[in-house]
């Protein structure tokens, strides 16, 4: 029988520890993807495909091996990011209903902060990332993203009924404008999904449907049969695109080159349908139970490692040891394996991918372990799922 208390206090301590690291470093940090976009790499990166183009590959091996020593050659600035300051403000909502210390102090802070940061170019409220991205095209800076807003509208509308807070519920609010009316809706034969960005059509099952299942909530709080439908209809495109063995791949089939099932998107997919479920969509029940068993089968084995890709070992990210940890935690009520899954996950992340200063590292790869800290992709995503993890533990009345 494992110890209920040691593992609280020993989750407590990582919860302190990592409280800790943003006592001494704040919102601005470092992020994967923001030094590809430093005028440097950007001219790098079009020797891509030509005679030089092992230029590019030597300097993106050296930012992934070195990730320290690059920014500090390239004069990289740490920067703060939407969608950390929306994890930590769900991380400080339940950090704060478990009794724990949360950062910062005072969540009213990063409502603030989302306030004064939101897009005005666009209807209703929206946040994007600082630096540039390329997927199959480019996005600039400032472009909103769908998911950066979806989880600071479900952060900001958790925080608005705890504390009971007006400009809190009245950006969430705005956030479902933007969804139902700046977002481009891309009808099927199956029904319609939400793109990732408004300058876009991709079809990213974990990115529509957690547009869907927020559209869903802010309906039934607002009174708004609207936004219900849309839900509605979100839900049932991703619906019909579950494989036969419960998983859902990244991109819907008419977008997709090659399968793709990775652990932290379909972890959104599963929190997203615990959602519609709990919302009174019965149809997402059997899908939910489905994906659940692919995801505890495939993710997270017998002995807490964690998998990020689909029958792989290798990268271990640490993204998905969140995603674990806060999808089991998450669907622990749901699920009788979901909490010992989350808990599995934590002590092996914690045993092998926690720094000594309390921050995680960016995960394990080919050439080993590699200890950057990443403000919004490893480190607010850690504290967002354990304090999820904390609030489902037994010792807090679960």
């Known amino acids: 029988m494992p110890d209920n208390a040691g593992h609280t206090e020993a989750l407590g ?86 009794g724990l210390r949360a950062w910062p102090e005072d969540g009213a802070t990063l409502v603030d902060w989302l306030d004064q940061h939101r897009h005005t170019d666009y209807p209703g409220a929206s946040w994007s990332y600082p630096f540039a991205f390329r997927s199959r095209i480019n996005f600039p800076p400032g472009t909103p993203y769908s998911i950066t807003t979806a989880i600071c509208g ?32 891309y009808t099927t034969e199956h029904g319609v999904y939400l793109p990732y960005t408004p300058i876009d059509d991709f079809a990213v099952h974990n990115v529509s449907i957690s547009l869907g299942a927020l559209l869903a909530r802010l309906a039934r709080d607002f009174d708004a049969p609207a936004w219900a439908e849309l839900a509605h209809e979100v839900l049932q495109f991703t619906l019909s695109e579950q494989r036969d063995d419960g998983a859902f791949e990244y991109w819907a089939a008419h977008q997709s080159t090659g399968r793709h ?59 998905a040891c969140a995603e674990s940890i806060l999808c089991g935690a998450t669907l622990a009520d749901r699920f009788p394996d979901a909490l010992d899954l989350a808990e599995r996950a934590y002590r092996w992340t914690a045993e092998n991918l926690r720094n000594d200063d309390g921050s995680f590292g960016y995960g394990i790869f080919g050439y080993g372990y590699q200890p950057m800290a990443y403000t919004r992709w490893g480190e607010a995503w850690m504290l967002r799922a354990l304090a999820e993890l904390t609030c489902a533990s037994p010792a807090n009345g679960r």
Request: aromatic share 10%; hydrophobic share 40%; glycine share 8%.
């Open 13 to 98: 301590e990582t919860i302190a520890d990592l409280v800790a690291w943003f006592d001494r470093y704040g919102l601005a940090g470092y992020d994967p993807y923001d030094v590809y976009d430093h005028p440097v790499m950007r001219l790098l990166r079009r020797t891509r495909g030509t005679r030089i183009s092992g230029a590019w590959t030597t300097a993106d091996r050296a930012v992934q091996r070195n990730p320290h020593g690059a920014r500090r050659l390239l004069r990289q600035k740490p920067h703060e990011n939407s969608k950390a300051v929306g994890l930590l403000l769900g991380a400080w909502t339940r950090l704060q209903t478990a």
């Open 154 to 185: 479900e952060a900001l509308l958790d925080y608005a009924i705890y504390r009971k807070d007006d400009l809190a519920r009245g950006l969430a609010h705005e956030v479902g404008v933007f969804i139902a009316d700046a977002l481009p809706r």
């Open 261 to 319: 099932v990775d652990n932290y998107h379909t972890g959104f997919v599963l929190r997203a349908l615990l959602q519609y479920e709990d919302l009174g969509y019965a149809e997402a029940s059997a899908p939910l139970e489905r994906a659940w068993a692919h995801y505890a089968r495939e993710f997270v084995l017998a002995d807490g490692t964690v998998r990020t890709i689909e029958g792989q070992y290798l990268p271990v990210n640490i993204h």
